[in-house]
């Protein structure tokens, strides 16, 4: 029975803490149902609806971008991969070796083996391979799909 209802048919004002008095059974005596309960039912309804969210694996669309940079600071070929949301920078410095096999993998362009030393080799194969029009004289875009796992970090790169 709601407070309201409390009031009208028994004549008295519940507690502030009971929020309404209920009973499961016709024969049982009325039992209190506190704000409290309430709260933290519902802030377990919460919890595991964020747990469930963050613990999926996402897979997105994406592409695999490879442009040369010109420039007499960071010049050099560059890798990225780029989803809607994310940009990650792949390169020999950024510790992510798996990444880029699978992208070498993904697209061969004919250099193997790959490793370190082939990287420059590498590049201007698939820029020939896969070249955009663009503001960039060497630019190229491959399309796939990325996975990421629940924390956010790109676990794998396919077609």
Known sequence: MSRGGAKSWWGIDLPRHVAYM???????????????EIFARKKEKQ?????WKRRCEKIVPGCVWVFYNESWIMGGWW???????????????????????????????????FDELLYSDWCPAFEKRFHVQGKRKRN?????????????????IFK
């Not at 024969?27 to 409290?36: G, H, I, P, Q, V």
């Not at 780029?82 to 004919?110: G, M, Y």
Request: proline share 4%.
């Open 79 to 113: 890798i990225y991969v780029r989803t809607r949301k994310e940009d990650i920078s792949l390169d020999f410095r950024t510790h992510r070796p798996d990444i880029i096999r699978q992208v070498r993998n993904l697209f061969p362009c004919a250099v193997l083996p």
């Open 22 to 36: 209920y009973k499961n059974y016709q024969w049982e005596d009325w039992k209190e149902y506190t704000y409290k």
């Open 47 to 51: 919890d595991n609806h964020i747990y």
């Open 140 to 156: 190229a875009i491959a399309f796939c799909h990325c996975r990421f796992d629940a924390g956010g970090n790109l676990v794998e």
